[in-house]
């Protein structure tokens, strides 16, 4: 990420670090989103969860259903059913900024 941006590994994670996060917990957010996003579309339905989640960097399923609960409050799979039946399932008023990336 640093090299894309021409700049030093050092000043990446102060950038990060003045913002209160970490990089770490930065990627992990955008790949619950993706993943959040993925389980929502109507194309994917057919594609399982674990496939989804693999498809965005968790190889774990269990620590994916872990991460997206405490993300959205739901588990993965609840969440695609809510979506399914048309509920209005909202966004995290804050997702999962500063949390552990282990």
């Not at 990420?1 to 955008?30: C, D, N, P």
């Amino acid at each position: 990420m640093a090299a894309a941006h021409q700049i030093s590994t050092r000043s990446l994670y102060k950038l990060f670090q003045e913002e209160g996060l970490t990089v770490a917990a930065w990627v992990r957010e955008r790949r619950l989103e993706n993943c959040r996003r993925a389980l929502a579309d109507p194309a994917l339905n057919s594609r399982p969860v674990h496939a989804i989640a693999a498809r965005w960097g968790f190889a774990d399923s269990a620590h994916f259903s872990r991460a997206f609960r405490a993300a959205y409050g739901m588990p993965p799979k609840e969440y695609r059913q809510l979506t399914r039946l048309g509920a209005d399932v909202r966004e995290p008023s804050k997702s999962v900024q500063g949390q552990s990336t282990t």
